[in-house]
């Protein structure tokens, strides 16, 4: 931290500078996974290593392929997935796949007729009430690329699209990991309330998130200054993906970030009105035992059970408990509180002016009846 922005840590010192940085977008920045591997000062100063650059080369040639040749090529839901069942009932039929630029294939179990992946759902807090899937990582498919053996969980609200590289749970082989849920809700308030939040869905004009929202936005700012738009966000049929081995266009992807990071955007990806997250605890133990293994088999070796510990693991995925936290946005005033505290308001002073208008006319009454009464005694006389 630089020393200037030091004095802004402390209550009592409020300096003006603290509140002069740049504002940004109404969304956070997202940073492509490429800048982890294949980067500008990287590339031009000499110190990318071999290993990165294969992965680069490899994310590029997949980059390029059709969506369909890209499914096929990656990990198959039949020998991915051996075992799923949900409150007892098996689920491998009810996989939905999408492929990712960095894990590859990836099966999403969301809310499907005849099962429901909810709390609410859920009448029993145990294991064998919820999600349980035995994985097979088929190690000898790996390609060289490839640095650890494992699979990676995204628990996420089925109205979200899954985020793997950001968000999720890596899993090793030769566990049983059980996750344990406990579901947290935020509710906020759309315009013109402070947050001014919006309902993201598939045919909301700022797209299903707001991550995809700003993803597409960055590249609008990607196309104008590069001509060129990033491989690893959203991209579009009649633009041109950038060669993330060409130094001039990876400079220029890096140079829109930096200057976003630093001056903002002008993105309108606003919050969502209803955010789901879930907090998960994660316990993991050997598996499988060789007890249980060696049951009701034959020829069985302590070699068998290696290589099976070495690529299969056991997830199981429930609630630990039915409670749900919320947290929800309430205006201080409702429409009708207001109407309600403006006529009380308005009647108030109404009422005081009457009153005033009441006695100035009684004044200017009295005033012309002792005239006119003065007036008439004279005459009398």
């Not at 609410?120 to 294991?127: C, M, Q």
């Not at 409702?334 to 009647?347: C, D, Q």
């Amino acid at each position: 931290m630089k020393s200037k922005f030091q004095t802004c840590l402390y209550e009592y010192l409020k300096p003006t500078f603290c509140f002069q940085f740049p504002r940004g977008g109404s969304g956070p920045l997202v940073i492509p996974e490429r800048r982890n591997f294949y980067s500008c000062n990287s590339q031009l100063g000499g110190t990318q290593n071999k290993k990165a650059e294969d992965i680069m080369k490899f994310l590029e040639t997949n980059f390029n392929l059709d969506l369909n040749q890209r499914i096929i090529i990656g990990h198959q839901l039949t020998d991915l997935i051996e075992n799923c069942s949900f409150a007892g009932k098996p689920c491998k039929g009810h996989f939905s796949v999408f492929a990712n630029g960095q894990y590859g294939n990836c099966f999403t179990l969301n809310e499907f007729s005849g099962f429901s992946i909810s709390a609410l759902a859920t009448k029993f807090i145990d294991k064998s009430k919820g999600l349980e899937i035995t994985l097979n990582a088929e190690t000898s498919q790996y390609v060289p690329i490839s640095q650890t053996v494992g699979f990676r969980i995204v628990i996420h609200d089925p109205s979200e699209e899954p985020n793997p590289e950001g968000n999720g749970i890596s899993v090793s082989p030769g566990y049983e990991t059980n996750i344990l849920l406990r579901q947290s809700l935020i509710k906020r308030l759309p315009a013109p309330y402070t947050d001014q939040c919006v309902f993201y869905s598939s045919t909301s004009p700022f797209g299903k998130s707001q991550a995809l929202c700003m993803q597409a936005c960055v590249q609008e700012y990607n196309y104008a200054k590069c001509e060129c738009i990033e491989p690893q966000f959203l991209t579009v049929a009649d633009r041109r993906l950038c060669n993330v081995t060409n130094s001039t266009d990876v400079c220029c992807l890096d140079s829109v970030l930096n200057h976003l990071a630093v001056h903002g955007t002008d993105c309108e990806c606003p919050l969502p009105c209803v955010s789901m997250y879930f907090n998960e605890l994660v316990m993991k133990s050997i598996w499988p035992s060789k007890a249980s293994f060696y049951k009701g088999q034959t020829n069985i070796t302590e070699r068998d059970l290696k290589h099976y510990r070495a690529s299969h693991a056991k997830i199981n995925i429930f609630f630990s408990t039915l409670e749900r936290t919320v947290y929800e946005q309430k205006p201080m005033f409702h429409a009708t509180e207001i109407f309600s505290h403006l006529g009380g308001e308005f009647g108030l002073w109404l009422g005081l002016s009457l009153v005033a208008l009441f006695e100035f006319v009684e004044a200017i009454l009295s005033i012309i009846s002792n005239f006119i009464f003065n007036s008439g005694s004279g005459l009398v006389s």
